[in-house]
């Protein structure tokens, strides 16, 4: 997609159209699967998009890449700090690795190897607790006994101060001038960093233990902050003192029983904040007004489970942060908005700049017993990785056990004499997706379903492929095949072929069998193995009563059937005692005309579907019905209308699900649509839909549609035969619109719903982390 703008002259080639902006579009999405390629729990969508010769694979993957360098195994980090040979140098030399009981210095050799070194004047055989580039030229390590100034360039010892008699310092921080550290019972020292001297400037005396520091300077001087973070112990606070002088300045109480684990001052597009990460995986943030201290706009996200550490870095010359723990994430700000992005690595223990000249704007990163060093993607939602294929790719499957995606695809050869259109069964290695093998169709054969299934008593998985022969005096398909592939040795081999009289629209594994969905029928077909060894499908029962029967999901004996006019029947399966084959019967249907574009199974008792005129509603089994004529109505139990013409469900999700986490038990569908829309349909506990539905009806009064539309007209189900209320659907990005608004406008609305805006805000920033 472009924006065009259209000049009044024309440029040095004559055209008068200037490209100003392209945007990634992934429409028209025929068909896509949900894949985890990076077997990190997190899923991936992979489309089939555009068409004829622009036809490509469309990878979109949630959250921020790490492309990885190198790495080393290290066990048991405690934590990591980069520093550089010199104050004015471009690159980071070292990067100090710390352990329970010793430091280890590595640096960059001639051959870009990170290989282990010394820093004479650093104190090697005991823990680092933070280290940092000082001013003038030097570094300046802290451990828990000292502090101790040491030349970057002659790499000696300087200056050292060294801990009270009795004392030990537990927690430390530093920027270039400035270090601040507590020792044992509350004791905070501050001290200055000047050439080749250390300076104790203040002490102060603290009710608690403190359990976190930060003095990042967010100020005019890059080398001094006018502040200091303190997290405390026992009372579960934050304080923001003035330096030089220690003076307590703002106390912010977190609540709760989990103590502030890191604190961090920051600033992103000019306006300061302070984050507080505690201990259970929640995160606060904070405005800091950099004049008086004092913090507002308090709001709290659940970012993990485990503990988290804050660090900014740099990447393309804006701050990030990084929180590194059991899910890590980098937050971000974009239009003056803080937004969390899920890194795509699972638990990290820590995390630090690494900007070497063979590793530019690097990470260090520690995590599972070993240490990384690679590069961040650009810092955004979504990346989409375009495959281009030449061809229009119109079905797609993934096999987990040979690593291969399979297409089927459709190549459009244009002569000057004619035209010819070719359909292909593509493999593709799922890590290149480069072609290993490719299965031409008959001529006028169409590939139109694929499966990755296998069968009872066959240990093997196989691709199953439906057909239809679309000839061009045939109204409607007579003839197709399932065709039953195996992929040996990179090579797809057809082991079994069954024709069929008719389209074979659907394919699914059912119990150990094949179901077929062919033309208005649907047909079971077995495995079976014959008296010379080879395997053939055998058909075992089927159910006619369908205008086409195009889309088809099971679960369980429950075959649910989206039909091309006739909305959505539910089928079971059912074996008669004495007989070893069984019979589709039909249990319930929806009256109503819907034409279907889309089904899916959302549980046992409900049931999804996309029509024609841009609607989405569910069905309920109605097994509690008394008499049979109830029992065999499904009925409609959500409307909504989305807008978009869905061609394709997929039960999956984008973002990495915590178990433990508040969202990871909500299940949710992916849809695709003609458009070029991936959208997320979440299947909300009572509770929590009631709380959100009072939500949305507050924020339609406040949040005005565009152009004056109203909102309830906008989602109303609507088609030719009737125009009913949305029900039982929330609209999410109307929802979510809430953390855009201002702070009076978010009052306004907490007044209305009881609720603070900080629960108001955990609970939609909980939400978005369903995608």
Not at 69 to 88: C, F, H, N, P, Y
Not at 164 to 173: I, K, L, M, Q
Not at 211 to 235: F, H, K, R
Not at 658 to 665: A, F, T
Request: hydrophobic fraction near 40%; charge should be negative; charged fraction near 20%.
């Amino acid at each position: 997609m472009q924006l065009i703008k259209l000049n009044l002259q024309p440029d040095a080639k004559g055209s008068y159209v200037e490209v100003l902006e392209r945007f990634v579009n992934l429409g028209p999405i025929v068909d896509f699967c949900v894949v985890d390629l990076e077997r990190q729990g997190q899923g991936q969508v992979v489309t089939c998009s555009g068409a004829y010769k622009d036809g490509s694979l469309r990878i979109v993957r949630n959250g921020i890449g790490i492309n990885e360098q190198a790495s080393v195994e290290l066990q048991g980090i405690k934590g990591m700090w980069s520093l550089r040979s010199s104050t004015d140098d471009l690159y980071d030399t070292f990067l100090v690795v710390s352990f329970i009981s010793e430091t280890r210095i590595l640096a960059m050799n001639p051959d870009d190897e990170l290989e282990e070194t010394e820093i004479e004047g650093f104190y090697s055989q005991v823990q680092t607790l933070f280290c940092h580039d000082a001013v003038h030229n030097q570094l300046v390590q802290v451990t828990a006994s000292s502090i101790r100034l040491v030349s970057s360039t002659s790499r000696e010892l300087l200056n050292e101060w060294k801990a009270p008699s009795g004392f030990s310092v537990n927690v430390a921080t530093a920027n270039a001038s400035q270090v601040l550290l507590a020792t044992g019972g509350g004791h905070l020292v501050y001290l200055e960093i000047g050439d080749g001297v250390l300076t104790e400037v203040k002490q102060a005396q603290l009710e608690y233990e403190i359990s976190c520091l930060d003095i990042n300077p967010i100020g005019e001087n890059p080398n001094y902050s006018q502040l200091a973070a303190v997290g405390m112990w026992t009372d579960i606070s934050v304080k923001i003192f003035s330096l030089p002088g220690l003076d307590l300045v703002t106390k912010e109480h977190l609540g709760g029983e989990i103590i502030p684990r890191s604190v961090l001052l920051c600033a992103f597009e000019g306006v300061s904040y302070l984050l507080c990460a505690l201990g259970d995986g929640h995160l606060f943030n904070f405005l800091l007004n950099m004049n008086t201290g004092e913090l507002t706009n308090r709001k709290k996200v659940s970012l993990g489970t485990q503990p988290i550490t804050l660090r900014t870095f740099s990447s393309k010359n804006t701050t990030h942060v990084f929180a590194a723990s059991d899910r890590p994430t980098v937050i971000y700000s974009s239009n003056k908005k803080l937004l969390y992005s899920n890194v795509n690595l699972k638990e990290v223990s820590h995390m630090c700049p690494f900007n070497s000249a063979a590793f530019p704007d690097s990470l260090a990163i520690a995590k599972e017993g070993e240490l990384t060093i690679g590069t961040i993607d650009d810092i955004q939602k979504l990346h989409i990785r375009s495959i281009p294929l030449g061809e229009y790719a119109r079905r797609i499957c993934h096999q987990e056990q040979s690593r291969t995606f399979a297409i089927c695809s459709l190549k459009y050869n244009q002569s000057s004499t004619e035209e010819s259109e070719m359909y292909f069964i593509r493999l593709l290695d799922d890590q290149t997706f480069e072609f290993i093998s490719t299965y031409p169709l008959d001529t006028f054969e169409y590939g139109c379903s694929i499966l990755s299934c296998s069968f009872s008593d066959d240990s093997n998985v196989y691709y199953c492929v439906g057909t239809a022969y679309v000839l061009p005096e045939e109204n409607e398909p007579t003839k197709g095949r399932i065709l039953v592939f195996i992929v040996e040795d990179g090579k797809l081999q057809l082991i079994a072929e069954k024709e069929t009289k008719g389209a074979v629209y659907s394919l699914n594994a059912f119990n150990g069998k094949l179901l077929a969905a062919i033309n208005q029928k649907i047909q079971l077909y077995k495995w079976m193995l014959r008296d010379d060894g080879s395997r053939e499908l055998q058909s075992e029962c089927g159910h006619h009563g369908h205008i086409l029967a195009l889309y088809v999901q099971t679960r369980g004996d429950f075959i649910v059937v989206g039909d091309l006019m006739k909305s959505i029947s539910l089928l079971i399966y059912k074996i008669f005692w004495m007989h070893e084959e069984g019979a589709i019967e039909e249990r319930a249907r929806d009256y109503n005309a819907n034409w279907m574009s889309a089904v899916e199974i959302l549980d046992d008792d409900i049931y999804l579907g996309a029509e024609n005129n841009f609607n989405l509603f569910t069905v309920r089994k109605n097994s509690e019905g008394t008499t049979d004529e109830e029992r065999g109505r499904l009925e409609v139990v959500g409307e909504y209308h989305l807008g978009e013409f869905v061609n394709r469900f997929r039960h999956g999700s984008l973002v990495m699900r915590l178990p433990d986490s508040d969202v990871g038990q909500i299940p949710t569908v992916i849809f695709g649509t003609v458009n070029g829309v991936i959208g997320v349909i979440a299947s909300l506990p009572h509770e929590q839909y009631i709380f959100l539905e009072k939500l949305q009806t507050n924020l339609v009064k406040i949040i005005k549609g565009v152009g004056g539309l109203s909102h309830e007209q906008w989602r109303s189900f609507n088609n030719e035969k009737k125009t009913a209320d949305a029900r039982n659907f929330l609209d999410g990005d109307l929802i979510e619109s809430f953390l855009d608004l201002s702070r009076s406008r978010m009052e306004e609305i907490s007044k209305a719903m009881c609720v603070s805006v900080e629960e108001l805000c955990k609970r939609i920033e909980e939400l978005t982390r369903l995608h």
